[in-house]
């Protein structure tokens, strides 16, 4: 059950945080790399997000009360795929649609987000976008409730309602933690190669400002402030690292920012957000921090098993921006710290 309680503790962490916009112009890329994609029609569950659903987008978009994020993957086919389509192994409906279907969380940022108007879609989808532009392919999103993934038969389950339908061939997001929970007949899914890693990061603030390890919290016994029901929290448990938890990543910077705290260790998807909500922050992650082993895992995509094509392929691109630094360039203009794959 560990990878379900990470990846529950990670998404819901950063997935229901407020978000701020980040300008794009804050992610340009150089000339030589991919320009981000030009948004088209973004659908949730394969149908467009509006009236024809009888859905009224929001002034603003709160997971919370959106009934469509929370209602997780429904069962529809993705748009503009044809029934024989349906029938090809994920590389042969690539090349015949010219399209990569993806499956993402539409509001897990920075890694993915339902965008519009040009903002920035997340990493992930950037990443994705360059891949295929370097094939002349296209994408093609389709925004799944990643907290609904867990186990065949659960509820919404992305998993079980998506890939394993054929409704996107490759399901961002993912979290390696060498358990295999999710795995459940039919699923069948495996990893793509990793193509980089989070973990938890020390930030911290005024008096706190001189520590650069876990060992100097404990050592001066300085009070971190931490995610409840997390890894890390866990983890300062068992090792006897004074602490305070407080519910989500976001709420543990609240903390920093009202003063309550001057340490603290969050997740490192989660400072690109705070860099955006509170701006008035005088927060920093120590400089050259690189988590420690036991919390740190790699990120990386899922694919059915039996799409042995489509997955070198994937891997073979991420191999290649590993190599050209484009992944870790794309990171970092996210705001987030790069890690480069364990693995």
């Given at each position: 059950?560990?990878?379900?309680?990470?990846?529950?503790?990670?998404?819901?962490?950063?997935?229901l945080?407020?978000?701020?916009?980040?300008?794009?112009?804050a992610?340009?890329?150089?000339?030589?790399?991919?320009?981000?994609?030009?948004?088209q029609?973004?659908?949730?569950?394969?149908?467009?997000r509006?009236?024809?659903?009888?859905?009224?987008?929001?002034?603003?978009?709160?997971?919370?009360?959106?009934?469509?994020?929370?209602?997780?993957y429904?069962?529809?086919?993705?748009?503009?795929?044809?029934?024989?389509?349906?029938?090809?192994?994920?590389?042969?409906?690539?090349k015949?649609?010219?399209?990569?279907?993806?499956?993402?969380?539409?509001?897990?940022?920075?890694?993915?987000?339902?965008?519009?108007?040009?903002?920035?879609?997340?990493?992930?989808?950037?990443?994705?976008?360059?891949?295929?532009?370097?094939?002349?392919?296209?994408?093609?999103?389709?925004?799944?409730?990643?907290?609904?993934?867990?186990g065949?038969?659960?509820?919404?389950g992305?998993?079980?309602?998506?890939?394993?339908?054929?409704?996107?061939d490759?399901?961002?997001g993912?979290?390696?933690?060498?358990?295999d929970?999710?795995?459940?007949?039919?699923?069948?899914?495996?990893?793509?190669?990793?193509?980089?890693?989070?973990?938890?990061?020390?930030?911290?603030?005024?008096?706190?400002?001189?520590?650069?390890s876990?060992?100097?919290?404990?050592?001066?016994?300085?009070?971190?402030?931490?995610?409840?029901?997390?890894?890390?929290?866990?983890y300062?448990?068992?090792?006897?690292?004074?602490?305070?938890?407080?519910?989500?990543?976001?709420?543990?910077?609240?903390?920093?920012?009202?003063?309550?705290?001057?340490?603290?260790?969050?997740?490192?998807?989660?400072?690109?957000?705070?860099?955006?909500?509170?701006?008035?922050?005088?927060?920093?992650?120590?400089?050259?921090?690189?988590?420690?082993?036991?919390?740190?895992?790699?990120?990386?995509?899922?694919?059915?098993?039996?799409?042995?094509?489509?997955?070198?392929?994937?891997?073979?691109?991420?191999?290649?921006?590993?190599?050209?630094?484009?992944?870790?360039?794309?990171?970092?203009?996210?705001?987030?710290?790069?890690?480069?794959?364990?693995?």
């Open positions: 059950m560990f990878f379900a309680a990470l990846n529950r503790t990670l998404i819901i962490s950063m997935s945080a407020p978000l701020a916009l980040l300008a794009p112009s992610l340009a890329q150089s000339e030589t790399e991919a320009v981000v994609m030009k948004l029609d973004e659908f949730v569950y394969g149908r467009n509006g009236p024809k659903m009888g859905y009224v987008e929001p002034e603003v978009f709160e997971p919370l009360s959106d009934p469509l994020y929370r209602a997780g429904k069962n529809y086919r993705p748009v503009g795929v044809t029934g024989e389509q349906m029938k090809m192994n994920a590389m042969d409906r690539t015949d649609l010219g399209t990569i279907l993806a499956c993402a969380d539409g509001w897990f940022w920075p890694f993915s987000r339902t965008a519009r108007n040009n903002e920035p879609a997340g990493l992930e989808v950037e990443i994705l976008n360059s891949i295929a532009k370097k094939h002349d392919l296209n994408i093609d999103m389709m925004w799944v409730n990643m907290n609904t993934r867990f065949y038969g659960a509820p919404g992305a998993f079980d309602l998506s890939i394993n339908r054929g409704l996107c490759i399901v961002l993912l979290t390696v933690t060498g358990s929970d999710h795995q459940l007949d039919p699923s069948q899914i495996v990893y793509s190669k990793p193509y980089m890693s989070t973990g938890f990061v020390l930030v911290t603030q005024g008096p706190a400002k001189g520590l650069t876990l060992d100097d919290v404990k050592n001066l016994n300085v009070k971190l402030g931490l995610p409840a029901y997390s890894p890390m929290s866990d300062a448990d068992e090792n006897g690292i004074p602490h305070e938890t407080f519910f989500q990543n976001f709420r543990v910077i609240d903390a920093m920012v009202e003063g309550k705290v001057d340490a603290a260790m969050i997740w490192s998807g989660a400072i690109s957000q705070a860099k955006l909500n509170r701006p008035e922050g005088q927060f920093q992650m120590v400089k050259g921090y690189v988590p420690i082993p036991e919390m740190r895992w790699d990120s990386a995509w899922g694919l059915k098993k039996t799409e042995v094509e489509f997955k070198k392929f994937i891997d073979d691109a991420f191999d290649e921006m590993l190599e050209s630094g484009e992944i870790k360039r794309i990171v970092e203009r996210y705001g987030m710290p790069y890690y480069p794959p364990m693995e």
